[in-house]
């Protein structure tokens, strides 16, 4: 079955940017999709297929996904920002999700 | 503007059957795919399996022989039930829809419900 790597935890600096990889075997042909989750919250949509915004998300959240690693990225981090960050793809006819990523803002 | 809602019983004993019922508001259920998705404390998400409304279903394969999923359109509802749970069942249990033009995007979410399994 398909796998879906991310990194345990990742930390910023305030204002700095952050980067949230997704591995998986040729992810690059895959739409993945990126949702945040904040603690006692449903998790919220913030990139659909790749690298598109859905409204009411910041400008600050991009993604990309090349080869075998799609990438959240988050621009000038803000404390607000600090949650599980899960990536999510469409597989054999199933969802998958990533093992979830927890950021935290310094 | 779509809402979920979970309902059901918070606590189920072992080796009976889970049932959750997710009910839309604020739009139609048809012609979308629908999803369980539950996420036991401290950990990752992990999807259950989703519906059409038409009643087509997939369903996770280490869950498949213990899951069904029902629709109720006249009802705008859609429902859950995991046989023959134990405690590692015991998780958060999150209705969504899945939209967008591949319908696998998990665009509207339930608050989610906690279910415990135990005697």
């Known amino acids: 079955s398909y796998e879906l790597t991310q990194p345990l935890s990742v930390s910023v600096a305030l204002g700095q940017t952050a980067r949230i990889t997704c591995g998986g075997n040729n992810i690059g042909s895959k739409n993945v999709h990126w949702y945040q989750q904040k603690p006692g919250q449903a998790p919220v949509l913030v990139i659909y297929r790749d690298s598109n915004r859905p409204s009411g998300i910041p400008e600050r959240f991009s993604g990309s996904n090349s080869g075998n690693t799609a990438t959240l990225t988050i621009s000038r981090a803000q404390a607000g920002d600090e949650a599980d960050y899960y990536c999510q793809v469409w597989d054999s006819s199933h969802v998958v999700f990533g093992g979830g990523t927890k950021l935290t803002v310094l | 503007q779509v809402q979920l809602q979970e309902s059901g019983p918070g606590l189920v004993k072992p080796s009976e059957t889970l049932s959750l019922t997710c009910t839309v508001s604020?739009?139609?259920?048809?012609?979308?795919?629908w999803s369980w998705i539950r996420q036991p404390a401290g950990k990752g998400l992990e999807w259950i399996g989703r519906?059409?409304?038409?009643?087509?279903?997939n369903y996770n394969p280490s869950l498949k022989s213990r899951v069904t999923m029902s629709v109720d359109t006249s009802k705008n509802q859609f429902s859950l039930k995991l046989s023959s749970v134990t405690a590692a069942d015991t998780a958060v249990y999150y209705c969504?829809?899945?939209?967008?033009?591949?319908?696998?995007?998990?665009?509207?979410w339930g608050q989610g419900t906690l279910v415990t399994v135990s005697s």
């Open positions: 604020g739009g139609s259920i048809s012609s979308y795919y």
């Open positions: 969504a829809r899945a939209g967008g033009s591949s319908a696998t995007i998990f665009d509207y």
């Open positions: 519906i059409y409304t038409s009643g087509s279903t």
